[in-house]
């Protein structure tokens, strides 16, 4: 059992590196482009707390190796991208960031060493720490809850992309197997409740990827439709006033005789092109067709 459970748990460690090493690619274009853009940095601070919490969990559990070597790495990861982060983005960003990290890695974490290290011993002391590293796991697992619903809302799987929601949820079945063989609860919880939101995202992947197709033809038929109608609209308009000119210059008009034909539908063209708004080009074409117009 302790040979099953190093081998899962290496396995745990391989991939949840490359979970770790994905926003490579990101930072490759911070530093090329020397902006941070529309990246958020709020990720990476919470993760390099996370890490760093749990580096220390596996350094009070025993036989907690693959704990440490997974988050240790995970720390220097995280540590990497914040320090490129406050390099690259604005002077306001940098303040604020700069004060958040000092909070929370900083600040909290050492509080937390502290009371862990003086007031708390023995079990009591891994139940603290546990629990706390747990928490912030949940809440991490929980972040892409907002990323589900926005498929849902726009029926659009690009504000979830597959790899992520993948290995995420890969990470998560890896290290629930590995809670389980070494009976940790405090890296099972956190693990379980991932697998089923990593598995929900996938679900919900499928489901979406496969009407984006559907989703985006109608949109393409909806916008010909309105742009088609708009150019016939002004179409009409247009042969309207021309007719109606030649009228005028006409000057053939008899006092003792109702308007002309031609006229009166002048006079009604803008409620006809309200009309014809809610039209389809099929539609439109009967409806002025009936007044006796040519259509092109």
């Given at each position: ?53 749990w580096t220390y969990y596996g350094l009070l559990k025993t036989n907690g190796l693959l704990v440490v070597t997974v988050n240790g790495a995970g720390t220097v990861l995280q540590a990497i ?21 000092g909070l929370l890695n900083v600040g909290v974490i050492g509080v937390v060493i502290l009371v862990t290290l003086l007031a708390l011993h023995g079990s009591l002391r891994l139940l603290v ?158 409806y002025w067709q009936k007044d006796g117009y040519d259509v092109i």
């Amino acid at each position: 059992m302790a040979d099953l459970s190093f081998i899962v748990g290496l396995v745990g460690n391989v991939i949840s590196i490359l979970v770790f090493a994905s926003p490579i690619g990101t930072f490759r274009r911070v530093v090329k482009k020397k902006s941070t853009e529309s990246f958020k940095w709020q990720p990476y601070v919470t993760t390099l707390m996370s890490t760093s919490m749990w580096t220390y969990y596996g350094l009070l559990k025993t036989n907690g190796l693959l704990v440490v070597t997974v988050n240790g790495a995970g720390t220097v990861l995280q540590a990497i991208y914040v320090i490129l982060y406050l390099i690259y983005t604005s002077k306001d960003t940098r303040i604020y960031m700069a004060k958040m990290v000092g909070l929370l890695n900083v600040g909290v974490i050492g509080v937390v060493i502290l009371v862990t290290l003086l007031a708390l011993h023995g079990s009591l002391r891994l139940l603290v720490m546990g629990s706390l590293c747990a928490a912030l796991t949940i809440g991490m697992y929980a972040s892409p809850l907002y990323a589900m619903k926005m498929v849902m809302k726009t029926q659009s799987v690009e504000y979830m992309p597959f790899s992520l929601s993948f290995f995420l949820f890969l990470n998560a079945g890896i290290w629930t197997i590995y809670a389980v063989l070494v009976r940790d609860i405090f890296i099972l919880i956190p693990n379980a409740i991932g697998f089923v939101l990593g598995s929900a995202q996938l679900v919900i992947y499928f489901i979406y990827k496969k009407k984006a197709p559907n989703s985006a033809k109608e949109t393409d038929i909806e916008r010909a439709e309105e742009e088609g109608s708009a150019q016939f609209v002004d179409h009409m308009e247009m042969q309207n006033r021309r007719k109606y000119e030649e009228y005028e210059s006409s000057n053939h008009l008899n006092k003792g005789r109702s308007l002309p034909k031609l006229f009166m539908a002048r006079q009604n063209s803008f409620s006809g092109i309200l009309k014809t708004l809610s039209l389809s080009p099929n539609e439109l074409k009967t409806y002025w067709q009936k007044d006796g117009y040519d259509v092109i």
